[in-house]
């Protein structure tokens, strides 16, 4: 009962930072500024920190926003689907290394378990992961890793996951900042239906 109130209290938080952030866009877009740090600092730093800061923990829903309304779809896309490839690289390679012991040290003072994979079924074990809730992102990537998945399932299928969420967000970023409600409906459609994907995945599952 007490983690499920956690997660809940975790999920809620981070509705609020993104329904904050996404208000900021909408009602206090300084387009002349973020045109100036475009010119003096470009897309190159801010998607490098997108490949890298989300290894040890930081959110990439906000990251995903402002690139969409930084940078546009196209640049905002193709960027985040560069900085993802090398983040979920990191992750798996990180887990693999010799840094193995210290992750499984760190895991062990957490609530998560390292999973066990029954051999043949890593594709459907590594989507179950991808999509349970309540579990941090980079957590899942490290525990992908240490179990054992091939690396091409797991690039795939997280890649995959993840790029269609980093889409949605990337579209509604890009419609806040060009007051587009067209698009943004389409993201916000897009996350719904990623939503009820999520729940009826659950649900099937617990059958």
Known sequence: MQETRVRWIMGLAGAVVIAALGAWIWLAWDREFFLAWKREAGSGPFFIALAIMPMFGFPTTPFFLMAGATFGVVVGLAG???SLAVNLALCYWIARSGLRRVLEAWLARTRYELPEVTPGREFQFTLLVKMTPGIPTFIKNYLLGLSGVPFTIYFAVSFTVTLAYAAAFI????SMSTHDLGWGAWALAALALLGLAL???RR???R
Do not use: K, N
């Open 204 to 206: 099937r599952r617990h």
């Open 80 to 82: 985040s689907a560069l």
């Open 199 to 201: 729940w009826w995945f």
């Open 171 to 174: 579209v509604l970023g890009e």
